[in-house]
């Protein structure tokens, strides 16, 4: 189960991290900061190392907590899918850019209307924060991964861009991964609405500071605490750039073994998969 064949890259063994190295980022790891999407599952199918490593961070004395850019699903959607793979987990151990989005809209934008162009689940999370998402006048537009996208939508949103109206992105993820490859995510709808109105704006989700911060105040955590476990280099490796969060990338979703060979935003350490914490996680149980 494999969206590309990394295995195969004739630089693989040069660009995966040293156990050694390994071993020291994990014992300086108080929690861990998954992904889900092309990290513990792909699709609907989890991989098959992923409940071992989350024992193995949970005997280590690791905490663990979740955080996905996927804007397109509810929380209770998240919550019911590991639950379905027999992994019970809280609320409070789950956070999206959603919340984070709705965090700082909530306090920045008090009061005023949105067009939000996402699915029914993200209407109805800005419906429960209190917040108008469908105002044809609106104060602002934000664009979520809408999986129910329609022209209409676009239309209306643009007209409110070019009307002088600013943009926000819940995530600004170019693609999702999914069994069998990609599906184009906020990102690149984003990018549609740019090339059109000419107008873009800021994201919500990681890799954002505003994303890092809420994560912060949600954990209790400090920065040297979290590692970042993750699919993208510009998402779940960016974040950790420039602050004392650790990142560690997988090679299961999103990036390829060329993207870790010319990208900036390098990670702490690359791994295959999960699978090769495991042992070292159980070096330290």
Avoid at 99 to 117: H, K, M, N, S, Y
Avoid at 162 to 186: H, K, Q, S, T
Avoid at 218 to 236: K, M, N, S, V
Avoid at 238 to 256: F, K, Q, Y
Wanted: some cysteine.
């Amino acid at each position: 189960m494999k969206i590309h064949d990394y295995e195969s890259h004739p630089r693989l063994a040069e660009l995966l991290t040293p156990p050694d190295k390994l071993a020291a980022l994990l014992a300086g790891t108080g929690c861990f900061v998954l992904d889900m999407d092309g990290t513990i599952y792909l699709g609907g199918t989890l991989f098959p190392f992923a409940k071992d490593f989350l024992a193995a961070a949970a005997t280590a004395g690791k905490r663990y907590i979740w955080f996905t850019n996927n804007s397109s699903r509810a929380p209770e959607d998240y919550l019911e899918r590991l639950a379905g793979f027999g992994i019970p987990t809280s609320r409070r151990d789950f956070l999206m850019s959603t919340d984070v989005a709705l965090d700082w809209l909530g306090r920045e934008r008090a009061g005023e209307t949105a067009w939000v162009v996402g699915t029914p689940q993200l209407h109805a999370a800005f419906a429960g924060a209190g917040i108008v998402s469908d105002d044809p006048r609106a104060d602002y537009v934000v664009l979520g991964f809408d999986t129910t996208l329609t022209y209409a939508k676009l239309v209306v949103a643009c007209d409110l861009l070019r009307a002088g109206r600013p943009l926000y992105l819940v995530n600004m993820d170019y693609n999702c991964p999914v069994e069998g490859g990609f599906i184009p995510d906020a990102g690149s709808m984003a990018a549609l609405i740019e090339r059109s109105t000419g107008v873009t704006g800021p994201s919500f989700g990681k890799p954002t500071r505003t994303c890092l911060d809420y994560i912060l105040k949600q954990t209790g955590c400090r920065e040297a605490d979290l590692t970042f476990i993750g699919d993208r280099l510009y998402t779940d490796i960016a974040i950790a750039r420039g602050t004392r969060a650790h990142s560690i990338l997988v090679l299961t979703g999103e990036a390829t073994v060329d993207d870790c060979l010319t990208t900036d935003a390098a990670p702490d350490a690359i791994v295959r998969s999960l699978a090769d914490l495991i042992p070292l996680l159980e070096e330290r149980s």
